[in-house]
């Protein structure tokens, strides 16, 4: 995500860039140090609206500070992830029966710097339904990670983009696993002269794709970096993950 936010914000916008790992915020009062000396927070590829997202330390943290100090806050690419069922239907809150989700998004819009810009149409209907109308829909920054060239003519391989990690969801894994080896199968009969490789970003992922696959079919690194290669040689992609999708 920080990666993408760089191409699509280039450094000579900015004199410094602090990069705050949202998880690290409700351990320690340093990251106020870096916001002091900051002109501007930006919230940035993350879900931000999703079941009790009232009560998430992290970002009650940040809009307590930003209100206190008067440092407005960019919402760029955010994303919500309420509850799915396995036919695909979102889950909103009921705002009818708890306020607090209201309450939640005006503590945003007092401290907004511009418009909500968000990354997926749920994201849309929950604002929507906040009666906030200065919302806009764009895409993940991690699409916009790595100078990828897209004047490459060498495009030769497919990926099926892997997690073991479903938050928020009633879709059995085992399911999506099903579904995803239908699409592979699928596309390595309809692309013969394309290698498809199953991708998958963290350990877990990677120790459940040994038990159905060949080693040598599946690409696997925790470190984003050194997918950026092989995503210049990509002709297609499908993933079950967001991030994971910066093709």
């Known amino acids: 995500i920080y990666e993408g936010f760089k191409n699509v914000f280039p450094e000579k916008y900015f004199h410094t860039v602090f990069l705050i790992d949202k998880t690290l915020i409700p351990k320690s009062n340093n990251f106020q140090e870096f916001i002091d000396n900051s002109d501007l927070i930006v919230i940035c590829g993350s879900p931000i609206f999703y079941k009790d997202c009232y009560k998430m330390k992290w970002q009650n943290q940040i809009l307590e500070y930003s209100k206190s100090t008067g440092k407005q806050v960019l919402l760029f690419a955010v994303g919500s992830n309420f509850k799915c069922s396995i036919d695909g239907a979102i889950y909103l809150p009921d705002f009818r029966s708890d306020k ?7 503590k945003y819009r007092e401290v907004l710097y511009g418009d909500f810009i968000v990354r997926d149409r749920y994201a849309v209907d929950f604002l929507k339904e906040c009666s906030i109308t200065n919302v806009y829909q764009t895409v993940c920054p991690s699409f916009f990670a790595g100078e990828i060239d897209f004047s490459r003519k060498e495009r030769d391989l497919i990926f099926i983009i892997w997690g073991s990690a ?82």
């Open 100 to 106: 607090k989700y209201i309450d939640f998004v005006m």
């Open 166 to 247: 479903f938050w928020n969801c009633d879709i059995p894994k085992q399911k999506i696993l099903s579904i995803s080896k239908d699409v592979y199968n699928s596309l390595s009969s309809k692309f013969p002269d394309k290698r498809c490789l199953w991708v998958c970003h963290d350990l877990n992922s990677y120790k459940e794709l040994l038990e159905h696959f060949n080693k040598k079919d599946i690409l696997f690194s925790n470190n984003y970096i050194d997918f950026l290669k092989y995503y210049s040689r990509c002709f297609f992609g499908f993933s079950v993950k967001v991030h994971g999708s910066m093709l």
